[in-house]
């Protein structure tokens, strides 16, 4: 299985989405809902999260080989996944 890091915002809907997708493959992951973090931890969250999408745009999931999807993309999150 994956190890899934799921960079997201607590009222975004395209995050919603994805946390649904994910869902429906019984897949596990590590949320981070950056809003939702204290100041110094939201910027750690961004400085990392910017390594991967460097908009620091949501939902931003990384997979376990640094494959990267940004956005609400059902067909890439499914090719990363393998499913």
Known sequence: MNKIR???LANCVWCR???????????????IE???????EKVKAFNEMRKYNPH??????VFEGDA????????EI??????
Request: charged letters at 35%; hydrophobic letters at 40%; zero cysteines.
């Open 17 to 31: 989405k994805t946390r649904q997708h994910l869902k429906d493959f019984k897949v596990k992951y590590e949320l």
């Open 56 to 61: 620091k745009s949501f939902p931003t999931l």
């Open 6 to 8: 799921f960079y997201a």
């Open 68 to 75: 990267v999807v940004v956005g609400f993309k059902p067909d």
């Open 78 to 83: 499914r090719a990363a996944l393998n499913k």
């Open 34 to 40: 950056v809003d939702k973090l204290a100041e110094k």
